[in-house]
């Protein structure tokens, strides 16, 4: 089956500007989780989807949203971007039950803000 | 909330020598746990994982072992070869900051460098 999607693969924005990055998930997956890596500081949560539900949210600021539609598609938001938002952005979809929490990955969508 | 160590941040290793990598949780929600692979310029993927309710599990050349009443868990690479070359993450379970239950933080990882 079809892995994880997301577009656009690359995008460069600038410092003040907002975007909007999606993310396909695996058919029959509920759960969509949204990552951003740097060097620096490995894979940080954002927040997770679970049946157009946030279900759990990371320690980032306001400016970062998200939602779920109903079949399960994800969007992530970021508002008034900065420089340090520039980052490869990860999405991961699972079943998200108890049972099956292994997560796969999409390609990701590398950010770049000057 | 959150208390995840991994160590070591990074591993340089002889081929076909064992690399061993642990992660320390603090937060006992979940019974699962979980090692991914990122090579690079590629996304992670899941290697192996384990329940709670044995203490070991291995693949082939990987295992993973885990301490509950230590609250560690760790990844063992034996007859390492180039292409494990790569980040390796532990995902520990952990307790949202508002009380929610998950599997869905990642420790900082760990960069193995295998030398042939």
């Known amino acids: 089956k079809a892995g994880v999607t997301q577009t656009p693969r690359y995008l460069i924005k600038t410092r003040g500007q907002q975007v909007t990055l999606s993310c396909s998930p695996i058919?029959?997956?509920?759960?969509v989780s949204w990552y951003q890596q740097t060097p620096g500081q490995g894979l940080q949560f954002l927040f997770e989807y679970f049946s157009e539900t946030q279900r759990n949210k990371g320690n980032f600021p306001g400016r970062f949203s998200g939602r779920q539609f109903s079949n399960s598609r994800s969007e992530m938001n970021v508002s008034t971007l900065e420089l340090g938002d520039s980052a490869l952005y990860l999405c991961?979809?699972?079943?998200?039950?108890?049972?099956?929490?292994?997560?796969?990955f999409g390609p990701g969508t590398r950010l770049t803000v000057t | 909330g959150e208390n995840v160590e991994q160590h070591p941040s990074t591993l340089s290793v002889q081929e076909g020598d064992s690399a061993v990598i642990k992660c320390t949780y603090s937060?006992?929600?979940?019974?699962?746990f979980p090692w991914y692979k990122q090579e690079l310029g590629k996304r992670p993927q899941l290697i192996i994982d384990?329940?709670?309710?044995?203490g070991e599990k291995k693949d082939q050349r990987i295992a993973v072992t885990l301490n509950k009443t230590a609250k560690h868990f760790s990844l063992h690479i034996t007859e390492t070869q180039p292409e494990d070359s790569a980040v390796y993450f532990c995902q520990p379970p952990h307790l949202n900051y508002g009380g929610s239950q998950g599997n869905l933080i990642f420790g900082k990882g760990t960069k193995l460098s295998v030398k042939p």
């Open positions: 384990i329940r709670s309710n044995v």
């Open positions: 991961a979809s699972s079943r998200g039950d108890r049972d099956t929490l292994e997560q796969y």
């Open positions: 937060d006992s929600a979940s019974n699962y």
């Open positions: 058919s029959g997956h509920r759960s």
